[in-house]
Nanobody, 124 residues
Framework: QVQLVESGGGLVRAGGSLRLSCVAS????????VGWFRQAPGKEREFVAS????????KYADSAKGRFTISRDNTKNTVYLQMNSLKPEDTADYYC?????????????????WGQGTQVTVSS
């Protein structure tokens, strides 16, 4: 079992930055692939970024490339999402998710465990 708790969301102006954190509990986190997803009001959940357990591979949505960086510190059981140059269209609830397969899939159904989410609002 893996439990995930996100933090770091908030209100920021366009062009600003936020760093989201996802703290995990559970013995298997260090071998899990982890992804960030987001869901804006009235829209479907979408993939943002993902990382393998040893940080050897990452994957980004086109909307995140060049602006967001995913990283992890397994000694702290934490995965980060650094978000720079934020835009109003980045406004959403952001979710951390983990899977037991060390997958960096963009598909949400691959992920076994989900956090409760943290809200990000970007004002224009």
């Amino acid at each position: 079992q893996v439990q995930l708790v996100e933090s770091g969301g908030g209100l920021v102006r366009a062009g600003g930055s936020l760093r989201l954190s996802c703290v995990a509990s559970g013995r298997t986190f260090g071998s899990s692939g982890v992804g960030w997803f987001r869901q804006a009001p009235g829209k479907e959940r979408e993939f943002v970024a993902s990382i393998t357990y040893n940080s050897g591979r990452t994957k980004y949505a086109d909307s995140a490339k060049g602006r967001f960086t995913i990283s992890r510190d397994n000694t702290k059981n934490t995965v980060y999402l650094q978000m720079n140059s934020l835009k109003p269209e980045d406004t959403a609830d952001y979710y951390c998710a983990a899977n037991s397969y060390n997958s960096i899939s963009t598909e949400s159904n691959v992920y076994n465990y989900w956090g409760q989410g943290t809200q990000v609002t970007v004002s224009s």
